[in-house]
């Protein structure tokens, strides 16, 4: 589980940037903001029952004590404002902390379903950029719409500075893809923020 990022992140979030149905469900259920809130693994028994979530429309997120439930219609929708992002490369700086969140979910999903192929992680992110409201492409997808969703819920992000932020990591699954069955953008994640965790 992400042990020690609740103690680690006290400024992560900020009430007033999250969009108002957000900040209700927060509120509501006392979600403390000085822990790292994170969506749900959809999960009976992680050993022998997957159970994805029904409606990926329906996030329960989790501060590691609380949860709640966040209702949305669309990804879209909760795209802000018309900025312009800044040219991604290498180490792209000026998004760190929506990477950050991201590269959490990716090991928290991986944690409890096993490692995902860096194929599937490429296509993923592809289709978050290019069709945010597209068709499930099955549970892991879900997850990550979810995680985006959180995302754009709790940080003004524009359509452009999204879609750059998915381009960047499609590279970055591009990059380390060696194969069909290679896990290397995984192992990546879990060995930079593994230690952190």
């Given at each position: ?5 609740n103690?680690k992140?006290p400024a992560?979030?900020n009430l007033s ?13 006392s979600l403390n903001?000085?822990k790292l809130?994170?969506v749900?693994t ?8 997957p159970n994805p ?5 329906e996030?329960c997120?989790f501060?590691g004590a609380?949860?709640?439930v966040?209702?949305i219609?669309s990804l879209r929708?909760l ?11 290498d180490?792209p ?5 929506v ?9 928290e ?5 096993g490692d ?5 992680m490429l296509e993923i ?8 409201d597209g068709k499930s492409?099955?549970?892991a997808?879900d997850?990550?719409?979810q ?5 754009l819920g709790t940080r003004p ?8 932020v998915?381009g960047r ?12 069955g290679?896990?290397?953008y995984v ?5 930079t923020?593994?230690?952190?965790v």
């Amino acid at each position: 589980m992400l042990r020690g990022m609740n103690q680690k992140l006290p400024a992560f979030f900020n009430l007033s940037d999250f969009v108002p149905g957000l900040r209700e469900a927060v509120e509501r259920e006392s979600l403390n903001l000085k822990k790292l809130i994170r969506v749900a693994t959809p999960v009976k028994d992680p050993q022998k029952h997957p159970n994805p979530a029904a409606d990926r429309r329906e996030i329960c997120l989790f501060d590691g004590a609380h949860s709640c439930v966040w209702k949305i219609d669309s990804l879209r929708a909760l795209f802000r404002g018309d900025k312009q992002p800044p040219t991604l490369g290498d180490y792209p700086e000026a998004y760190n902390d929506v990477f950050m969140l991201l590269d959490l979910h990716v090991m928290e999903f991986s944690r409890v379903f096993g490692d995902r192929r860096d194929a599937e992680m490429l296509e993923i992110y592809s289709n978050l950029r290019r069709r945010p409201d597209g068709k499930s492409l099955g549970p892991a997808h879900d997850y990550m719409w979810q995680a985006a969703a959180l995302i754009l819920g709790t940080r003004p992000l524009s359509q452009a500075e999204f879609e750059a932020v998915m381009g960047r990591l499609e590279r970055s699954c591009r990059t380390f893809e060696m194969g069909p069955g290679s896990k290397n953008y995984v192992a990546t994640i879990h060995s930079t923020l593994g230690r952190a965790v």
